[in-house]
């Protein structure tokens, strides 16, 4: 993508996933990077493949228990960071979350706790590498945190204690603004920026939920775009909530404004996108849509497909790719007119969100790692 064509009967290669994850697929280095778990719970794996040809390069395995997840979730939802020195995971072992380094030929680097977890859902928080840094949003039923470890050698070099409400699985996004580089992070309590290095809160905006309404969580990425910072909520109802915050100046412990907000259109699960001065949504029942960033204006909305979707879209060049829990993936235009460009049947189930590297396109069935695009 773009120009990519994705013929389901043609892929370029297609390996065999053992076990059951929900995790997305991380390529790096000519090397594709999966999470798993076995059926019986007694095993978690971090699998490598080329990603030339999808052949399997090495596994390593860490021990862990059955325990109780949401029916979509599972023992390996997390999504690995990586660079060219290494990678890094979070594993649930059943009781317990820690965060796990391991080099590109998976020898283990080291490893640190993140403490028990309490949530009806199970974990499902994913690690984001800068700098040197490696950064988890540690946010269950009874505590939230998000801390920072040093990538060589696991030592954490901060953290930033958060108000909690229930379990949320949002991670943070590295934002560069106005000369200056922000960590922002949003929940169900609040979006915040920090200073990459050091934790310091650059700004804040404490999320308002009235008296008689529903608290919501928070599951996919806050985005930015049109000057501001977009923080999405729901539950698996129907009741959703958003809103978009202009951000203060970093260093100078501004105060953040609300620029507008909406308990319509906006997805539970799958992430906003933000394309320029635009940001599309694919909501968990299908529908399609486009909104005004710095207004919140929807420009449309369509029914894209006829089933649920979990994984979030995902933008290169002028075009979408969006894929549904039943494997129908469809293409569209990243434009303020919808326009759809195609649509096929993979003909497997996709729960995780695409990747895009190199000119291809990598997808995590339910059973198999597709990838699609030119030798």
């Known amino acids: 993508m773009p120009g990519t064509k994705i013929e389901p009967k043609k892929p370029l290669w297609k390996a065999e996933i053992p076990g059951r994850g929900a995790g ?3 390529v ?12 019986d719970g007694k095993t978690r794996t971090l699998l490598c493949f080329s990603a030339s040809d999808g052949k399997p390069l090495w596994a ?10 949401h029916a979509k979730n599972t023992l390996a939802s997390g999504t690995p960071a990586a660079d060219a020195d290494g990678v890094y995971c979070v594993w649930w072992d059943g009781a317990g979350v820690s965060l796990y380094a391991y080099d590109t030929g998976g020898k ?3 490893r640190a706790s993140l403490g028990g977890y309490v949530s009806q859902h199970g974990p499902g928080m994913s690690p984001v590498l800068y700098e040197g ?9 009874e505590r939230a945190e998000l801390v920072a470890f040093d990538a060589k050698t696991g030592q954490k070099k901060w953290g930033a204690p958060r108000k909690h409400h229930k379990a949320c699985y949002s991670s943070p996004f590295v934002l560069e603004r106005n000369g200056k580089t922000e960590l922002v992070l949003g929940t169900t309590t609040s979006v915040t920026s920090y200073d990459p290095a050091t934790g310091k809160v650059n700004w804040n905006y404490d999320l308002e939920w009235p008296k008689g309404v529903t608290v919501l969580r928070a599951v996919g990425q806050p985005v930015y775009a049109g000057g501001v910072v977009v923080v999405f ?3 698996g109802g129907n009741s959703r909530y958003a809103v978009a915050v202009k951000p203060g100046e970093p260093g100078s412990e501004g105060r953040a404004v ?12 799958p992430s906003l996108l933000a394309r320029d001065k635009l940001l599309f949504w694919l909501h968990d029942d299908g529908r399609a849509g486009c909104t005004e960033a710095k207004t919140g204006k929807v420009l449309w909305e369509e029914s894209l497909f006829s089933g649920a979707v979990t994984a979030s879209p995902v933008a290169a060049g002028d075009e979408i790719l969006a894929i549904s829990e039943k494997g129908q993936i469809a293409v569209l235009k990243a434009d303020a007119e919808f326009d759809l460009v195609s649509k096929v049947e993979l003909g497997e189930g996709v729960y995780a969100t695409p990747a895009l590297a190199d000119g291809r396109v990598f997808i995590r069935g339910t059973a198999h790692l597709f990838c699609f695009g030119k030798k």
Not at 133 to 141: A, E, G, M, P
């Open 133 to 141: 840094l490696v950064y988890v949003n540690v946010d269950d039923d």
């Open 108 to 110: 283990e680097k080291w």
């Open 28 to 39: 790096v280095g000519g090397k594709v990077f999966l999470q798993t778990a076995s059926a």
């Open 24 to 26: 997305s697929p991380t």
């Open 60 to 69: 390593e395995n860490v021990p862990g228990t059955i325990a109780k997840t």
């Open 258 to 269: 609300k620029a507008w907000e909406t308990r319509k259109q906006v997805p539970y699960v």
């Open 233 to 235: 909520c729901g539950e």
